[in-house]
Structures are given as C-alpha cells and as structure tokens.
C-alpha cells in the first residue's frame, strides 16, 4: 500500500486548495474502515492534526481548521480529501495524509508542500 498526495502549492491568503491522498494498493473493506488524517508541520514546528474521518464516518477538526477545512472521502477512488478555503499564511506548511486501518496498520503519504503568500 502506498498512499500518494497530490494538490499542494502556492496560493495567496484568502484562496483555497484542495489536497488529494490515494491509496494505492488498499482493498475497499480496508480503506473504508480506515481512520483517515491530515496533519501538517511548519518549519520549526511539531507536526499536528488538522482533520480526522473517524473509521470513515465522523469528522472531527482542530480549532484553526474549523470553519474553512473540509474532510471528506470517495471509496471507490480510494482517495481522500482536504478541501482548504480562506486560506492564510499560519497555513503554510507541508500536509501529510495518514491512514490507520481496521487492523492497525499505519500509512503515510510523502508530503506536499502547501504556501500562503500575504
């Protein structure tokens, strides 16, 4: 299984991304029932969560991304989302999508690089 990010890049504050994380090689049963993440980390930063689909179904956000960021999945992709909007520049960093399956296993993505200019 590989998870690959793509959607990153360079945007002026008050615009929106949208991040992309698919998992190659992961069965249906599995990426459903996966709890899906993004994080990020800014330079000098420790990495931090920044929205979670609980095992596929309840989202949950942390405090700066309520209200602007949205979670979301397609199954049969395999693939799932971080829409950003309004986005500023405490909003720069690299974002990386993580999955926990049903069995406990742990993925990452490689990381894309998201830039806010003001």
């Known amino acids: 299984v590989q998870l690959v990010e793509s959607g990153g890049g360079l945007v002026q504050a008050g615009g929106s991304l949208r991040l992309s994380c698919r998992a190659s090689?992961?069965?249906?049963?599995?990426?459903?029932?996966?709890?899906m993440e993004w994080h990020r980390q800014a330079p000098g930063k420790k990495r931090e969560l920044v929205a979670a689909?609980?095992?596929?179904?309840?989202?949950n956000y942390a405090d700066s991304a309520k209200g602007r960021f949205t979670i979301s999945k397609d199954n049969t992709r395999r693939t799932f989302y971080l829409q950003m909007d309004n986005l500023n520049a405490e909003d720069t960093a690299v974002y990386y999508c993580?999955?926990?399956?049903?069995?406990?296993?742990?993925?990452w993505g490689q990381g894309t690089q998201v830039t806010v200019s003001s």
């Open positions: 689909l609980i095992r596929g179904g309840d989202a």
């Open positions: 993580h999955h926990l399956t049903p069995m406990a296993r742990n993925y």
């Open positions: 090689g992961m069965i249906l049963s599995e990426f459903s029932g996966s709890t």
